[in-house]
C-alpha cells in the first residue's frame, strides 16, 4: 500500500503545483475594467477608452505624453491603437504582478507594454511602453 500511495501523492502534488503555475492572478476589477476597456478599443470608441485612460498618457521613450483627452481623442488614438494593437488587445489578457497589484500590464508583440493603473479606486490606461527603447 506504500509503494501506491507515495507515487500517487507525488502525482497530485506535482498536478496542484502545474495547475496554479501557468495561471494568471486575477482580480475583479481588473477583469470588469480589461473587459470594458477591451470592448471600447474594439469599437474604436474613442470617447470611452479616453474617460477609461489617465492623463498625462506617458508615452515611450523620446514621444511626447499626450495631455488631454482632447489630444488623445484627435490624434493619439490612432498612433496608439492601430489594426495590429487591436488585434493584439481582442485576445490579450491582463498580467499582474500580484493578485492584489495597483498595476497591470498587456504585451502586445516582443516590445510594445501597455500599462493601466488604479487611480482613485479605479483602473484608468496610464502609460505606453517599448521595451526596446
Not at 70 to 77: C, E, P
Request: charged share 20%; net charge positive.
Amino acid at each position: 500500500m506504500k509503494q501506491f500511495m507515495r507515487p500517487t501523492l507525488v502525482l497530485l502534488c506535482l498536478c496542484l503545483s502545474l495547475n496554479t503555475f501557468g495561471q494568471n492572478k486575477t482580480n475583479p476589477a481588473v477583469t470588469a475594467f480589461w473587459s470594458n476597456f477591451q470592448a471600447a478599443v474594439a469599437k474604436d470608441d474613442k470617447a470611452t477608452v479616453a474617460a477609461l485612460t489617465k492623463f498625462p498618457l506617458h508615452m515611450p521613450y523620446g514621444v511626447p505624453s499626450i495631455k488631454t483627452k482632447a489630444q488623445f481623442t484627435s490624434s493619439g488614438y490612432k498612433k496608439i491603437f492601430d489594426a495590429e494593437t487591436k488585434k493584439c488587445f481582442a485576445n490579450a489578457k491582463p498580467e499582474l504582478a500580484s493578485a492584489k497589484s495597483k498595476r497591470f500590464s498587456i504585451s502586445c508583440g516582443e516590445a510594445m507594454l501597455y500599462w493601466f493603473e488604479l487611480v482613485n479606486g479605479a483602473y484608468k490606461f496610464a502609460a505606453v511602453d517599448n521595451v526596446n527603447e
